[in-house]
């Protein structure tokens, strides 16, 4: 499965697939993607050159690493030139392992299936990791995932960091920007963001669907293309103190679906949609579509073009003592 423009072999819908002892290589894509229900079973695949290797609803262990795991701490660029690539220095890593990063900037496309910290060197200078292509995302997290990242800066990918099956992230001090969308979040994976800058992506800033959970304090969502957080499925997340403001079409928050938020100490501003919205009439779309739960309090909404919140049930947002609205069935 080599040297095609887009995936290796993609899965979609309810499909699985069994997928052993393979050689996935050079594809422009990813080399297995998975955006299905069903599950991708195997193991043995020698991936190299490809987009980035893993991504979607898919097991880390599909996947033979390039190096042998023997490393618990790496400098990168290695001073000893051990590794050819930042994929190469991440699978040399034990899982729990970190590697220190010198400013620069980086050719990324990397897959993540262990625990393991990436961090800019504490000296100063900025870190920069850069996608393959705008096909792919800079860093792609799978199952098995545990990444805590510090003080990177991810651009120029479909995504600048995908989250899928059951990964988890802490991300902190991070810049996420100049991709098709930030940070998406999905299937049954949890984030935690904190004092990041997530900006001029031209789709939304940070989208959390399906069963995952997020968690974002103190980062500033700005100038995205479609809306600053996108909330759907049956995802549950929680913002405090973040700065949402000056994201196009619909505007700061929009809410879809069963989702359960908490909105906390938020201010939300100069959107060109809403500030804050439900995907439901009379806001957006012409039938129901929003059956969740919404708290929050000690919000402010003010300059969002299409009005502060949508629809007038949701003022108790900007009040101190705040409240609740519960639309579940």
Not at 59 to 73: A, Q, T
Not at 87 to 115: C, F, M, N, R
Not at 131 to 158: F, H, I, N, Q, Y
Request: charged share 20%; aromatic share 6%.
């Amino acid at each position: 499965l080599s040297e095609n423009g887009g995936h290796g072999l993609g899965v979609w819908g309810s499909a699985g697939a069994d997928v052993n002892e393979n050689t996935i290589e050079d594809n422009g894509g990813y080399g297995i993607f998975s955006w299905s229900a069903g599950e991708v079973r195997g193991g043995g695949n020698r991936m190299r050159g490809n987009g980035v290797d893993l991504g979607g609803n898919l097991n880390g262990r599909l996947r033979v690493p390039l190096r042998e795991p023997s490393e618990p701490e790496i400098t990168y660029p290695d001073p000893d030139g051990r590794y050819a690539s930042l994929q190469e220095a991440i699978d040399a890593l034990l899982p729990g392992g970190g590697l220190s990063l010198q400013a620069g900037e980086y050719e990324a496309g990397v897959t993540l299936a262990k625990e393991v910290r990436l961090e800019a060197e504490a000296e100063g200078g900025t870190v920069t990791l850069r996608a393959k292509s705008e096909g792919v995302p800079v860093l792609s997290l799978v199952g098995g995932a545990k990444l805590d990242m510090d003080g990177l800066r991810l651009t120029g990918g479909s995504e600048g960091i995908l989250i899928t099956a059951d990964a988890q992230a802490n991300l902190i001090h991070c810049a996420v920007i100049g991709n098709l969308s930030g940070i998406h979040v999905s299937h049954s994976s949890r984030v935690e963001i904190a004092d990041c800058h997530i900006s001029e992506n031209r789709q939304t800033g940070i989208w959390v669907g399906d069963r995952a959970q997020a968690t974002i304090i103190g980062s500033q969502i700005l100038e995205n293309g479609w809306q600053g957080i996108g909330l759907g499925g049956e995802a549950q997340a929680t913002l405090i103190g973040c700065t949402i403001s000056r994201n196009r079409r619909d505007g700061g928050i929009v809410l879809w679906d069963s989702v359960q938020a908490i909105l906390e100490e938020s201010e939300v501003s100069a959107n060109w949609g809403y500030g804050i919205a439900l995907y439901h009439p009379p806001c957006f779309g012409l039938a129901g579509g929003f059956t969740g739960r919404l708290s929050g309090r000690a919000n402010t909404s003010n300059g969002n073009q299409r009005g502060a919140v949508c629809p007038a049930e949701l003022e108790f947002l900007l009040t101190d003592e705040g409240g609740e609205l519960d639309w579940r069935e």
